[in-house]
């Protein structure tokens, strides 16, 4: 069952008043799960309920979470070198499964084995960082459920890196927390934000798997599908100087991977349009415009 939240934008210096508030008439999915919230002033809603659902290479953004929490990196750090092993280098011509191409021995540092897992979504690189942090990928399972009880995700369970596995199972409001969550670290924010990136030493350009990227204000995050899970979007833009979350789950579920991503990239497109619009139109009719913006962003100010 659909439900809209009031959102009320209240500023709180003297005289500014209480802007009036709106039902936010967003294009909900007809079938799967999807939530919204503007950082620092609320959610808009959500649809489809609260059962866990697979959520295919979202999960990425997980390990992606851990092991940044692990191993921190400054804005312009590469990290640690990591050796790719021989598992990841045979996972590399893997059928049905989205892989990079990675040669066994060849050192790459962590940033660019964080991009290959998150742009072009090389579930063969996020199980080699699951092995190098870990020991091993059950080990670094362990560690991505325990980051989830911390952020509060209580519907979640992780039982690998990459997201393959029909078993990890989600909802979209937990992945809600997640995202707030991982967008406040500025390497993990300029990984999704890449169009594309490279294996080093090959020339060849992979594309990221979010074609969002740039329209409506979208700067990220991630992708997912499979036969069970759908198409599933964890996505993030920048409208009007807030941060806006969304996350959209079981696009097109039991079809086949490719449906379900094109379902979830059209339903994402069509919500991150109509945020972007309730949002400008807001700020626009707004009495006192920029003004009453400046003082909203000084009582709850968004992550940057």
């Known amino acids: 069952?659909?439900?809209?939240?009031?959102?009320?934008?209240?500023?709180?210096?003297?005289?500014?008043?209480?802007?009036?508030?709106?039902?936010?008439?967003?294009?909900?999915?007809?079938?799967?799960?999807?939530?919204?919230?503007?950082?620092?002033?609320?959610?808009?809603?959500?649809?489809?309920?609260?059962?866990?659902?697979?959520?295919?290479?979202?999960?990425?953004?997980?390990?992606?979470?851990?092991?940044?929490?692990?191993?921190?990196?400054?804005?312009?750090?590469?990290?640690?070198?990591?050796?790719?092993?021989?598992?990841?280098?045979?996972?590399?011509?893997?059928?049905q499964e989205s892989t990079v191409p990675l040669v066994e021995g060849r050192r790459i540092r962590l940033r660019r084995l964080l991009e290959l897992m998150l742009v072009p979504s090389g579930n063969n690189a996020a199980r080699l960082l699951a092995r190098w942090d870990a020991g091993s990928e059950e080990r670094f399972a362990v560690r991505m459920n325990a980051a989830a009880r911390r952020l509060g995700m209580t519907a979640t369970t992780y039982t690998g890196a990459s997201g393959i596995e029909d078993s990890t199972v989600s909802t979209a409001s937990d992945q809600l927390k997640l995202a707030k969550?991982?967008?406040?670290?500025?390497?993990?924010?300029?990984?999704?934000?890449?169009?594309?990136?490279?294996v080093p030493g090959d020339s060849r350009r992979l594309p990221s798997t979010n074609t969002l990227l740039g329209t409506h204000g979208v700067i990220g995050v991630k992708t997912g599908s499979g036969t069970a899970a759908g198409g599933n979007l964890m996505w993030a833009s920048r409208v009007e100087g807030r941060l806006v979350l969304g996350v959209i789950l079981g696009q097109a579920a039991g079809t086949n991977p490719v449906a379900g991503k094109a379902a979830a990239l059209e339903a994402g497109a069509r919500m991150s349009a109509a945020v972007e619009q309730w949002l400008r139109k807001g700020v626009t009719a707004a009495a006192g415009g920029a003004a009453l913006d400046h003082r909203l962003r000084a009582a709850a100010p968004a992550p940057a």
């Open 1 to 95: 069952m659909r439900r809209f939240v009031m959102l009320v934008l209240v500023c709180v210096l003297s005289g500014c008043g209480v802007a009036s508030g709106t039902d936010v008439p967003l294009p909900w999915p007809d079938e799967g799960q999807a939530a919204v919230e503007v950082v620092g002033v609320g959610g808009l809603g959500s649809s489809g309920g609260a059962e866990p659902v697979p959520i295919a290479s979202v999960t990425k953004v997980m390990t992606a979470y851990v092991l940044l929490r692990r191993h921190p990196l400054r804005p312009s750090g590469q990290g640690p070198w990591i050796t790719v092993d021989r598992t990841a280098a045979e996972e590399s011509f893997l059928p």
């Open 181 to 198: 969550e991982a967008m406040r670290d500025p390497v993990f924010r300029a990984v999704v934000a890449q169009a594309d990136t490279a």
